[in-house]
Structures are given as C-alpha cells and as structure tokens.
C-alpha cells in the first residue's frame, strides 16, 4: 500500500475534521497523570501509521532502548506483511518500544507519540498510507498505562490542543509480533528513498526541534542488537 498509494498522495486533500498543519509539531502539554516507575524496564506498543517512521522517530528518544516494528491487533498466523496489506486481518502497523521510565516516563513517550510522530485525529489512515493497519492506536501492556492513556486523551480534548476530535484507540496488548527483517531499521538503511524523504525525516526533524530535551542525535539501531 505503501509504495502504491505515495505518489498519489502527494497531492492529498487532507479530509474535513482533522487537524491542520498548524496542530502537529509543537510542544503539547505534559499528561497530568503519569505514575512513576520504578522498573528499569517498561515497554508498550503504539500504532500510528507506517512503522518505519514511527521507529525512526522512537529510536532517537532518550531512555529508549529498542524498538521493533511490527504488527498488533490481530492474530499471529496472518501477521505477515502481504496479508496485513490486504486490510482484512485487524493487525495495524505498531512500533514495540522498550524504555527506562527512570529516564523517559510513558507520559512523555505519549507527548512525543501525539505531538510529531503521528496526527491523532486522521481515522484509519496517516499521511499517504490508507486502510486500517495504519489506525492510531495505543496497546498498553499495564493498568497504568492504561489509566495514563485515557486521561492524557480526555486532557487533550478538553484542552482543544486539536482543530479535529482524537480517534486515537486504547486497547490491551494482545500480541506483538515483529515484522520482517527488511523492514526493521528501514529510514537508517534506506535515508534518500522518496517515501523516507517526504514523509519521516520530516517527523525527526520535527523531534530535534520541539522536543530538544528528548532527542538523541545517535538512533538505537535494532540491526546492530
């Protein structure tokens, strides 16, 4: 879908009710429920389109330790690239970040998640990638997270931090199940290819500019695990 829908997309209305361009990339505020944690390892999935920019921008985030793409919201037998395309298995494209909440809590993840790695009010599509496996959606893997979840959503959407409603879905992790090999890394390995070039280096440079106190210039390379 990807590499079908790119060019097209290029010259893509953005649909009535979502956010303007305006919305994204600036700093939003922190969530004011966000329990500590102790734990010098935590992790949860997040969708929002397509995984290569949201594991190049995660990758760059200070207290992030790996991240894999993959697929959640389905089951494990059709979690392939081909079928998941197909838009019929539940799956959507998500990112399995691990991070030290003593460094980085999920709050902040969540700021960075909802600020520039994605727009949060575009129902079943990002950018230029159409269908239901590019949803935004939260799996948490916690009560907390949970609980954080849905409150930073209902704090944002009473602050009107958005022109459009959040469509950004909360569910429990199921199953994460990594995607294959060629995809991980994807922006470090492939930087000049044009989806890259147009649609994620953009979101890290959004990264190094709003959130300066969250980048790291040196990404966590999965590849080099």
Known sequence: MKFALFFAATALVAFSG???GEDLDRRIGAPQ???ANAASTETVVLAGGCFWGQQAVFEHVKGVSKVVAGYSGGAKATATYPQVTTESTGHAES???TFDPRVVSFGKLLQVYFSVAHDPTELNYQGPDEGS???SEIFFSSVD????????IAQLQAGRVFSG??????EKLKGFYPAEAYHQDYLIQHPTQPYIVYNDLPKLEALKRVWPEFYRPDPVRLASR
């Open 165 to 170: 409603p959040i469509v950004t879905k909360v």
């Open 133 to 135: 496996s590019y949803r």
């Open 33 to 35: 429920l966000d329990p």
């Open 145 to 152: 997270q949970e609980k954080t979840a849905r409150a930073y």
């Open 95 to 97: 990112v399995e970040i």
């Open 18 to 20: 979502t956010a303007s």
